[in-house]
Structures are given as structure tokens and as C-alpha cells.
């Protein structure tokens, strides 16, 4: 018992040692705070103020005023290269066939739809290299076929006309032989050659 008491007594002065100790480090800590929160002197406020100023110069804040752009754009060129690697890949065939696939459309549809292309020249072609007429050519194109179809409504009235007048002479089984073109040509070589060129 008596061995016990005084381990117990050492331990119990060691505590309140260390306790002593640390109230007073925290006792020092607050009083340096406090002094550090005290008002400084407005003398050295000026001089630290103009240390400061005379540390930041123009290169300094332009690098941090740019800094931003500088990692954006690095970060972008790390981007787009990692995305080029990505895209190089090797190439994996497939079984699908290649090329055009087949119609699948019926053979009247076809048909169909080759009507409805419009007409086309061969000679077209050949003399311009395309398939269809050029847009040039169309406006002459449809002017000499409407010519000729009010042409041909001409030469249909004549014969007519011509049936008309041979039906009151009772002379119509003539004009059933013959049309009235070559009638026509008939009747302007009756006389003799129109020609200008003598026959030999």
C-alpha cells in the first residue's frame, strides 16, 4: 500500500502540470492574437501598403489576369488530341455487301418511272455531253414544235376546205387518192420544172 501512494501521487502532479502548461500557452497564444488584431500604427500601414503596390507590377496582374485563357486553351489542345487518338481506329470489316443495293421496286413501277423521265435524245449527248437537252436549246426546242404542230392544223383545214369544194364539183374520189401535199406538188410541176437548173 504504501509502494502504490506515491506512484499515484507522481502521476496526479505530472497532470496538473501539463494542464498548467497548456493554460498558459493558450494564455500566450491569445495575447499574440490580440495583439495582432490591435490597431497597427497608420505609418506602417502606409509603408506596407507600398510595398505591396511596388510588388504587383504590370506583367504580374496581366499573368494572372490571363491565366484562365492560357489553361482553357491548354486544356482544349489536351482535349482535341486524345479525341483524334480516339477517332484513328483501324478499320473492322463487315459482311454487308458493298455498292448499290438492288431495286426492290416492281417491273411496272419501273416502267413507271422511266416514263416519267420525260424524253431523251441520243444525239444529245453525243454533241453536248449530257443526257438531257440544255436549257438554252429548250425555249428553240418548243418554239419549232409548237411551229409545226400550227403547221400541220393548217395543212388539216386546207384539206378541208379542199374536201368542201371538190364534194360541190363532185370530183371528191380524186382527193381520196392522193393528199393534198402532193396534189399540191402536182399541180406547180404541171407547167414544167420549178427548178432553175436545166435537166441534162
Same mark, same amino acid.
Given at each position: ?6 506512484? %499515484?501521487? $507522481? ?20 495575447? =499574440? ?8 500604427? @497608420? /505609418? %506602417? ?8 503596390? =511596388?510588388?504587383?507590377?504590370?506583367? #504580374? ?11 482553357? #486553351? *491548354? *486544356? ?6 486524345? *479525341? ?12 454487308? @455487301?458493298?455498292?448499290? @443495293?438492288?431495286?426492290?421496286? =416492281? @417491273? ?20 453536248? /455531253? ?5 436549257? %438554252? ?7 419549232? *414544235?409548237? $411551229? /409545226?404542230?400550227? %403547221?400541220?392544223?393548217?395543212?388539216? $383545214? ?9 364534194? #360541190?364539183?363532185? #370530183? ?11 396534189? $399540191? ?6 407547167? /414544167? ?8
Amino acid at each position: 500500500e504504501c509502494s502504490i501512494a506515491p506512484s %499515484k501521487r $507522481k502521476r496526479r502532479s505530472q497532470s496538473s502540470r501539463q494542464q498548467a502548461e497548456s493554460v498558459t500557452g493558450v494564455s500566450d497564444n491569445e495575447s =499574440s492574437s490580440d495583439s495582432s488584431l490591435s490597431p497597427q500604427s @497608420p /505609418g %506602417k500601414s502606409s509603408e506596407v501598403s507600398k510595398q505591396q503596390k =511596388s510588388s504587383l507590377n504590370l506583367k #504580374a496582374i496581366f499573368a494572372y489576369h490571363f491565366r484562365g485563357r492560357k489553361f482553357k #486553351a *491548354a *486544356a482544349h489542345r489536351k482535349f482535341n488530341r486524345r *479525341a483524334a487518338q480516339k477517332k484513328r481506329k483501324k478499320y473492322e470489316r463487315t459482311q454487308m @455487301p458493298t455498292g448499290r @443495293p438492288p431495286l426492290t421496286a =416492281s @417491273p411496272q413501277e419501273q416502267k413507271r418511272r422511266l416514263l416519267d423521265r420525260g424524253f431523251q435524245f441520243p444525239f444529245v449527248e453525243k454533241h453536248y /455531253g449530257e443526257k438531257h437537252i440544255p436549257l %438554252k436549246m429548250v425555249l428553240g426546242y418548243e418554239q419549232a *414544235a409548237a $411551229k /409545226g404542230y400550227f %403547221k400541220y392544223i393548217k395543212v388539216l $383545214k386546207y384539206e378541208e376546205h379542199l374536201k368542201k369544194a371538190l364534194q #360541190a364539183l363532185q #370530183a371528191s374520189d380524186d382527193l381520196e387518192k392522193e393528199c393534198v401535199v402532193l396534189r $399540191k406538188h402536182k399541180y406547180l410541176d404541171d407547167e /414544167g420544172p420549178i427548178s432553175p437548173i436545166r435537166e441534162t
